[in-house]
């Protein structure tokens, strides 16, 4: 990599340190259960705090962004 980062250590440093893979057409649902189990979710964010739906699809530069709140609503 050209030009990035590197840590003390020498290594380039990670852009997005947790970042996970999901399969086409996951929903923020299935991306909520792969990463965070069988805790309550309470709502999930994307960028600007705004709020979306455990149904919407997660695509490249739609949803691919999230925040998960747990508890309850």
Request: aromatic letters at 6%; charged letters at 30%.
């Amino acid at each position: 990599g050209g030009g990035a980062d590197k840590d003390s250590t020498g290594h380039e440093k990670a852009v997005f340190r947790d970042c996970v893979l999901v399969k086409k057409g996951s929903t923020v649902a299935d991306v909520y259960r792969k990463i965070m189990g069988d805790a309550p979710m309470a709502f999930v964010e994307t960028v600007g705090g705004v709020r979306v739906s455990e149904e919407e699809v997660v695509a490249v530069g739609k949803l691919d962004i999230l925040s998960f709140k747990v508890g309850r609503a």
